[in-house]
Protein backbone atom coordinates (compact mmCIF):
# COMPACT_ATOMS: atom_id res chain seq x y z
CA UNK A 1 0.00 0.00 0.00
CA UNK A 2 2.71 2.22 1.02
CA UNK A 3 5.19 1.31 -1.57
CA UNK A 4 3.51 3.89 -4.07
CA UNK A 5 4.56 6.50 -1.66
CA UNK A 6 7.30 9.25 -2.72
CA UNK A 7 9.28 11.22 0.27
CA UNK A 8 8.26 14.36 0.32
CA UNK A 9 10.76 17.47 0.62
CA UNK A 10 11.45 18.66 4.15
CA UNK A 11 9.61 21.54 5.88
CA UNK A 12 11.94 24.56 5.50
CA UNK A 13 12.86 25.98 8.95
CA UNK A 14 12.72 22.04 10.60
CA UNK A 15 15.46 21.18 7.54
CA UNK A 16 17.19 24.66 8.69
CA UNK A 17 17.06 23.23 11.96
CA UNK A 18 18.69 20.42 10.87
CA UNK A 19 21.30 22.16 8.67
CA UNK A 20 22.06 24.62 11.87
CA UNK A 21 22.68 20.58 14.52
CA UNK A 22 25.10 19.75 11.72
CA UNK A 23 26.90 22.47 11.00
CA UNK A 24 30.57 22.14 12.63
CA UNK A 25 31.30 25.54 13.26
CA UNK A 26 31.89 27.57 16.38
CA UNK A 27 30.57 30.42 15.51
CA UNK A 28 27.88 29.74 13.70
CA UNK A 29 24.62 31.56 14.39
CA UNK A 30 20.70 29.86 14.42
CA UNK A 31 18.56 33.19 13.58
CA UNK A 32 15.78 30.81 12.00
CA UNK A 33 14.07 29.07 14.24
CA UNK A 34 11.04 30.47 16.20
CA UNK A 35 12.45 30.30 19.99
CA UNK A 36 12.74 32.38 22.34
CA UNK A 37 16.76 32.44 23.46
CA UNK A 38 18.50 34.24 26.24
CA UNK A 39 21.78 35.83 25.97
CA UNK A 40 23.53 32.60 26.31
CA UNK A 41 21.72 30.97 23.30
CA UNK A 42 19.61 29.09 25.64
CA UNK A 43 15.55 28.97 25.75
CA UNK A 44 14.61 28.99 29.64
CA UNK A 45 12.01 27.28 31.44
CA UNK A 46 10.41 30.66 33.15
CA UNK A 47 10.97 30.66 36.93
CA UNK A 48 7.41 31.02 37.25
CA UNK A 49 6.94 28.01 35.31
CA UNK A 50 9.04 25.70 37.61
CA UNK A 51 7.89 27.21 40.51
CA UNK A 52 4.37 26.66 38.97
CA UNK A 53 5.12 23.03 37.77
CA UNK A 54 6.65 21.88 41.37
CA UNK A 55 3.37 23.00 42.81
CA UNK A 56 1.20 20.84 39.82
CA UNK A 57 3.74 17.60 40.90
CA UNK A 58 2.74 18.38 44.59
CA UNK A 59 -0.88 18.54 44.26
CA UNK A 60 -2.26 16.57 40.92
CA UNK A 61 -3.87 13.39 42.03
CA UNK A 62 -4.82 11.80 38.64
CA UNK A 63 -3.74 11.48 35.13
CA UNK A 64 -7.02 10.99 34.19
CA UNK A 65 -8.59 12.73 30.99
CA UNK A 66 -10.09 15.84 31.08
CA UNK A 67 -12.74 16.46 28.43
CA UNK A 68 -12.36 17.87 24.80
CA UNK A 69 -12.86 21.44 25.88
CA UNK A 70 -9.95 21.21 28.15
CA UNK A 71 -8.63 22.47 31.40
CA UNK A 72 -12.07 24.91 32.24
CA UNK A 73 -9.84 27.18 34.77
CA UNK A 74 -7.00 27.26 32.22
CA UNK A 75 -9.69 28.25 29.62
CA UNK A 76 -11.46 30.99 31.68
CA UNK A 77 -8.15 32.29 33.21
CA UNK A 78 -7.07 32.42 29.82
CA UNK A 79 -9.66 34.75 28.57
CA UNK A 80 -8.82 37.16 30.90
CA UNK A 81 -5.37 37.84 29.99
CA UNK A 82 -6.62 37.96 26.21
CA UNK A 83 -9.36 40.19 26.61
CA UNK A 84 -9.63 41.32 30.33
CA UNK A 85 -11.21 41.21 33.37
CA UNK A 86 -14.37 43.12 32.73
CA UNK A 87 -14.59 43.29 28.87
CA UNK A 88 -18.11 43.68 27.53
CA UNK A 89 -18.16 40.39 25.41
CA UNK A 90 -17.33 38.73 28.92
CA UNK A 91 -20.11 39.78 30.46
CA UNK A 92 -22.55 39.47 27.96
CA UNK A 93 -21.73 35.89 28.46
CA UNK A 94 -20.61 35.68 24.38
CA UNK A 95 -17.42 34.43 24.70
CA UNK A 96 -16.86 30.21 24.98
CA UNK A 97 -12.91 28.81 24.98
CA UNK A 98 -11.60 25.01 23.95
CA UNK A 99 -7.82 23.92 25.21
CA UNK A 100 -5.83 23.16 22.06
CA UNK A 101 -2.90 21.59 21.27
CA UNK A 102 -0.99 24.36 21.12
CA UNK A 103 -1.68 27.91 18.62
CA UNK A 104 -1.82 25.32 15.82
CA UNK A 105 -4.69 23.52 16.80
CA UNK A 106 -6.73 26.45 17.66
CA UNK A 107 -5.96 27.71 14.05
CA UNK A 108 -7.32 24.50 12.42
CA UNK A 109 -10.02 24.07 14.82
CA UNK A 110 -11.62 27.52 13.93
CA UNK A 111 -10.95 26.61 10.24
CA UNK A 112 -13.19 23.33 10.75
CA UNK A 113 -15.55 25.66 12.90
CA UNK A 114 -15.94 27.86 9.71
CA UNK A 115 -16.29 24.98 7.08
CA UNK A 116 -18.78 23.23 9.30
CA UNK A 117 -20.99 26.40 9.68
CA UNK A 118 -20.57 28.12 6.02
CA UNK A 119 -19.00 25.20 4.13
CA UNK A 120 -16.84 26.21 1.58
CA UNK A 121 -15.36 29.78 2.23
CA UNK A 122 -12.09 31.82 1.89
CA UNK A 123 -9.71 32.93 4.09
CA UNK A 124 -7.84 35.86 3.08
CA UNK A 125 -4.26 35.87 4.70
CA UNK A 126 -1.85 38.59 4.99
CA UNK A 127 0.91 38.62 2.16
CA UNK A 128 3.52 37.69 3.99
CA UNK A 129 2.26 35.54 6.74
CA UNK A 130 3.82 32.72 9.05
CA UNK A 131 4.15 29.95 6.58
CA UNK A 132 2.69 27.58 8.66
CA UNK A 133 -0.98 29.13 8.16
CA UNK A 134 -1.66 28.17 5.01
CA UNK A 135 -1.45 24.51 5.82
CA UNK A 136 -3.12 24.51 9.16
CA UNK A 137 -6.04 26.56 7.39
CA UNK A 138 -6.72 25.05 4.04
CA UNK A 139 -5.99 21.19 5.14
CA UNK A 140 -9.67 21.70 6.06
CA UNK A 141 -10.66 22.53 2.65
CA UNK A 142 -11.16 26.20 3.24
CA UNK A 143 -9.84 28.45 0.39
CA UNK A 144 -7.09 30.80 0.55
CA UNK A 145 -6.50 33.84 -0.67
CA UNK A 146 -3.89 36.71 0.27
CA UNK A 147 -4.24 40.67 1.06
CA UNK A 148 -1.49 43.50 1.07
CA UNK A 149 0.06 43.76 4.22
CA UNK A 150 3.66 44.60 4.23
CA UNK A 151 5.50 47.66 2.29
CA UNK A 152 9.02 46.54 1.84
CA UNK A 153 10.34 49.82 0.75
CA UNK A 154 9.10 51.36 4.74
CA UNK A 155 9.17 48.17 6.50
CA UNK A 156 5.67 48.63 7.62
CA UNK A 157 2.36 48.02 7.00
CA UNK A 158 1.12 49.04 3.37
CA UNK A 159 -2.12 50.04 5.58
CA UNK A 160 -4.24 52.01 1.97
CA UNK A 161 -3.90 48.97 0.12
CA UNK A 162 -4.59 46.42 3.17
CA UNK A 163 -8.18 48.75 3.65
CA UNK A 164 -9.01 49.10 0.32
CA UNK A 165 -8.28 44.98 -0.79
CA UNK A 166 -10.41 44.60 2.48
CA UNK A 167 -13.38 46.42 2.14
CA UNK A 168 -13.75 45.02 -1.49
CA UNK A 169 -14.25 41.65 -0.45
CA UNK A 170 -17.35 39.95 -0.64
CA UNK A 171 -19.58 39.82 2.19
CA UNK A 172 -19.13 37.46 5.03
CA UNK A 173 -15.31 36.47 3.97
CA UNK A 174 -13.18 35.47 6.65
CA UNK A 175 -9.73 37.62 7.06
CA UNK A 176 -6.96 36.66 9.39
CA UNK A 177 -5.37 39.22 11.42
CA UNK A 178 -2.09 39.05 13.27
CA UNK A 179 -3.31 40.49 17.15
CA UNK A 180 1.01 41.72 17.81
CA UNK A 181 4.66 41.14 17.12
CA UNK A 182 3.60 39.86 13.06
CA UNK A 183 5.38 36.89 11.43
CA UNK A 184 7.33 37.28 9.80
CA UNK A 185 7.84 40.77 9.30
CA UNK A 186 7.57 42.21 12.74
CA UNK A 187 5.49 45.21 11.36
CA UNK A 188 1.95 45.94 13.26
CA UNK A 189 -1.06 47.55 12.86
CA UNK A 190 -1.04 50.89 15.12
CA UNK A 191 -3.79 51.34 17.61
CA UNK A 192 -5.32 54.02 15.19
CA UNK A 193 -5.16 51.65 12.25
CA UNK A 194 -7.24 48.99 14.37
CA UNK A 195 -9.81 51.82 14.88
CA UNK A 196 -9.98 52.52 11.14
CA UNK A 197 -10.29 48.75 10.34
CA UNK A 198 -13.38 48.13 12.53
CA UNK A 199 -15.63 49.71 10.20
CA UNK A 200 -14.48 47.99 7.33
CA UNK A 201 -15.49 44.71 9.05
CA UNK A 202 -18.94 46.12 9.85
CA UNK A 203 -19.95 47.41 6.58
CA UNK A 204 -18.45 44.03 4.83
CA UNK A 205 -19.66 41.50 7.52
CA UNK A 206 -15.95 40.00 7.88
CA UNK A 207 -15.58 37.66 10.53
CA UNK A 208 -12.16 38.44 12.07
CA UNK A 209 -9.67 35.34 12.64
CA UNK A 210 -7.15 36.78 15.02
CA UNK A 211 -4.17 34.60 15.42
CA UNK A 212 -2.36 35.81 19.16
CA UNK A 213 1.10 33.82 19.30
CA UNK A 214 2.97 36.21 21.25
CA UNK A 215 1.06 38.24 23.76
CA UNK A 216 3.05 40.70 25.60
CA UNK A 217 6.30 40.55 23.84
CA UNK A 218 5.70 43.29 21.56
CA UNK A 219 4.56 46.67 23.82
CA UNK A 220 2.74 44.67 26.54
CA UNK A 221 0.65 42.56 27.64
CA UNK A 222 -2.57 44.56 27.44
CA UNK A 223 -1.00 46.99 24.68
CA UNK A 224 -0.83 43.42 22.20
CA UNK A 225 -3.98 42.59 22.56
CA UNK A 226 -5.56 45.97 21.53
CA UNK A 227 -7.17 44.86 18.85
CA UNK A 228 -8.66 41.71 19.44
CA UNK A 229 -10.56 43.65 22.79
CA UNK A 230 -11.61 46.36 20.43
CA UNK A 231 -13.19 43.93 17.73
CA UNK A 232 -14.35 41.86 20.59
CA UNK A 233 -16.30 45.04 21.95
CA UNK A 234 -17.88 45.54 18.63
CA UNK A 235 -18.29 43.01 16.64
CA UNK A 236 -20.74 39.87 16.54
CA UNK A 237 -18.57 37.43 16.07
CA UNK A 238 -14.46 36.95 16.41
CA UNK A 239 -12.26 34.02 16.44
CA UNK A 240 -9.37 34.26 18.69
CA UNK A 241 -6.45 31.64 18.49
CA UNK A 242 -4.14 31.84 21.53
CA UNK A 243 -0.56 30.27 21.85
CA UNK A 244 1.27 29.87 25.28
CA UNK A 245 4.25 29.19 23.60
CA UNK A 246 6.12 32.50 23.68
CA UNK A 247 5.41 34.13 26.68
CA UNK A 248 5.27 31.02 29.20
CA UNK A 249 8.45 29.10 27.30
CA UNK A 250 6.09 26.20 27.02
CA UNK A 251 6.64 24.90 23.45
CA UNK A 252 7.15 21.41 23.67
CA UNK A 253 3.86 21.04 25.99
CA UNK A 254 1.65 22.28 23.24
CA UNK A 255 -0.34 24.85 25.16
CA UNK A 256 -3.16 27.08 23.54
CA UNK A 257 -6.88 27.77 23.33
CA UNK A 258 -9.51 29.07 20.75
CA UNK A 259 -11.85 31.83 21.78
CA UNK A 260 -14.92 32.14 19.79
CA UNK A 261 -16.82 35.33 20.14
CA UNK A 262 -20.63 35.20 18.78
CA UNK A 263 -23.38 37.48 19.15
CA UNK A 264 -25.18 35.89 21.67
CA UNK A 265 -24.66 33.40 24.67
CA UNK A 266 -26.93 30.87 23.02
CA UNK A 267 -24.47 30.84 19.50
CA UNK A 268 -21.68 30.76 22.00
CA UNK A 269 -22.57 27.03 23.57
CA UNK A 270 -23.46 26.37 20.27
CA UNK A 271 -20.13 27.25 18.74
CA UNK A 272 -18.38 25.27 21.59
CA UNK A 273 -20.83 22.21 20.91
CA UNK A 274 -19.15 21.78 17.78
CA UNK A 275 -16.20 22.87 18.71
CA UNK A 276 -15.81 19.87 20.97
CA UNK A 277 -17.51 17.53 18.38
CA UNK A 278 -14.45 18.47 15.67
CA UNK A 279 -12.08 18.28 18.46
CA UNK A 280 -12.93 14.92 19.69
CA UNK A 281 -12.81 13.42 15.92
CA UNK A 282 -9.55 14.83 15.48
CA UNK A 283 -7.36 14.48 19.00
CA UNK A 284 -9.45 13.43 21.33
CA UNK A 285 -8.31 15.27 24.53
CA UNK A 286 -5.67 18.27 24.57
CA UNK A 287 -2.56 17.57 26.76
CA UNK A 288 -3.01 18.60 30.39
CA UNK A 289 -0.04 19.39 31.59
CA UNK A 290 0.76 23.28 30.37
CA UNK A 291 -2.59 24.07 30.61
CA UNK A 292 -2.28 22.62 34.38
CA UNK A 293 1.31 25.37 34.55
CA UNK A 294 -0.59 28.16 33.39
CA UNK A 295 -3.68 27.95 35.54
CA UNK A 296 -1.43 27.72 38.57
CA UNK A 297 0.54 31.01 37.05
CA UNK A 298 -2.22 32.65 36.51
CA UNK A 299 -4.41 31.87 39.54
CA UNK A 300 -1.42 32.56 41.99
CA UNK A 301 -0.61 36.39 42.15
CA UNK A 302 2.78 35.81 43.28
CA UNK A 303 3.20 33.69 40.56
CA UNK A 304 1.71 35.92 38.23
CA UNK A 305 3.49 38.92 39.49
CA UNK A 306 6.67 37.51 38.65
CA UNK A 307 6.10 35.64 34.85
CA UNK A 308 4.71 39.02 34.02
CA UNK A 309 8.21 40.27 35.15
CA UNK A 310 9.61 37.59 33.30
CA UNK A 311 7.51 38.78 30.03
CA UNK A 312 8.57 41.98 30.20
CA UNK A 313 12.50 41.18 30.78
CA UNK A 314 12.08 39.29 27.27
CA UNK A 315 10.27 42.07 25.73
CA UNK A 316 13.03 44.60 26.81
CA UNK A 317 15.60 42.55 25.73
CA UNK A 318 14.30 42.40 22.52
CA UNK A 319 13.82 46.02 21.77
CA UNK A 320 17.02 46.62 22.96
CA UNK A 321 19.38 44.06 20.56
CA UNK A 322 16.30 45.90 17.67
CA UNK A 323 18.59 49.03 18.64
CA UNK A 324 21.92 47.39 19.26
CA UNK A 325 21.81 45.20 15.60
CA UNK A 326 20.54 48.50 13.93
CA UNK A 327 23.93 50.35 15.00
CA UNK A 328 25.81 47.54 14.24
CA UNK A 329 24.61 47.40 10.37
CA UNK A 330 24.65 51.55 10.28
CA UNK A 331 28.04 51.27 10.65
CA UNK A 332 28.73 48.07 8.60
CA UNK A 333 26.64 49.31 5.39
CA UNK A 334 25.45 52.99 5.59
CA UNK A 335 24.26 52.93 2.62
CA UNK A 336 21.23 51.11 3.45
CA UNK A 337 18.73 51.86 6.20
CA UNK A 338 17.64 49.40 8.63
CA UNK A 339 15.95 51.55 10.73
CA UNK A 340 12.74 49.52 10.65
CA UNK A 341 13.75 47.40 12.65
CA UNK A 342 13.29 49.04 15.50
CA UNK A 343 9.89 50.40 14.60
CA UNK A 344 8.85 46.73 14.38
CA UNK A 345 8.07 44.42 17.42
CA UNK A 346 8.62 40.93 18.69
CA UNK A 347 10.95 38.49 17.46
CA UNK A 348 10.75 38.50 14.20
CA UNK A 349 12.09 41.00 11.15
CA UNK A 350 12.64 40.80 7.34
CA UNK A 351 16.50 41.91 6.08
CA UNK A 352 15.94 42.40 2.73
CA UNK A 353 18.14 40.13 1.29
CA UNK A 354 17.89 37.40 -1.43
CA UNK A 355 17.52 33.95 -1.58
CA UNK A 356 21.48 33.95 -2.78
CA UNK A 357 22.14 35.92 -0.22
CA UNK A 358 20.76 34.23 2.48
CA UNK A 359 22.55 31.06 0.91
CA UNK A 360 25.69 33.17 1.18
CA UNK A 361 25.15 34.13 4.72
CA UNK A 362 24.23 30.18 5.33
CA UNK A 363 27.40 28.40 3.54
CA UNK A 364 30.17 31.38 3.95
CA UNK A 365 29.66 32.67 7.41
CA UNK A 366 27.20 29.95 8.95
CA UNK A 367 24.48 32.38 10.03
CA UNK A 368 21.15 30.55 9.56
CA UNK A 369 17.82 32.12 8.30
CA UNK A 370 14.76 31.21 6.28
CA UNK A 371 14.83 32.10 2.70
CA UNK A 372 12.53 34.63 3.06
CA UNK A 373 15.56 36.58 5.09
CA UNK A 374 13.38 35.96 8.12
CA UNK A 375 15.27 36.49 11.63
CA UNK A 376 14.40 35.63 14.97
CA UNK A 377 15.69 38.64 16.98
CA UNK A 378 16.18 36.63 19.81
CA UNK A 379 18.85 34.70 18.50
CA UNK A 380 21.34 37.65 18.64
CA UNK A 381 23.25 38.63 21.34
CA UNK A 382 26.28 40.84 22.75
CA UNK A 383 28.77 38.32 20.87
CA UNK A 384 27.62 37.55 17.27
CA UNK A 385 25.55 41.08 17.06
CA UNK A 386 28.88 43.04 14.90
CA UNK A 387 29.59 39.16 13.38
CA UNK A 388 26.49 39.00 11.83
CA UNK A 389 26.05 43.06 10.50
CA UNK A 390 29.34 42.40 9.23
CA UNK A 391 28.32 39.36 6.87
CA UNK A 392 25.16 41.08 6.02
CA UNK A 393 27.24 44.10 4.61
CA UNK A 394 29.42 41.52 3.11
CA UNK A 395 26.67 40.21 1.15
CA UNK A 396 25.20 43.01 0.15
CA UNK A 397 28.30 44.35 -1.75
Known sequence: MFESLERLPEDAILGLMAAYRTDGDPGKVDLGVGVYRDEHGATPILTAVRRAEAAVFATQTTKSYVSPIGNAAFNSALETVVLGDAHLALTAGRVRTI????????????????????????VHMSAPTWANHAPLLGGSGLKLASYPYYDAASGGVDFDRMTQALAALPSGSVVLLHASCHNPTGADLTDAQWRELLPVFKRGALLPFIDMAYQGLGRGLAEDAFGIRLFAAELPEVLIAVSCSKNFGLYRERTGALHAITASASGSDAALSHLARIARTMYSMPPDHGAAIVQEILGNDPLRKAWLEEVDVMRARMAGLRREFVQQLTAACPERDFSCITRQHGMFSLLGIDVAQVRAMRESHHIYMTNDSRINIAGLSAGNLKYVARAVAEVLH
Open 99 to 122: QTAGGCAALRLGAELIKSSVGQSV
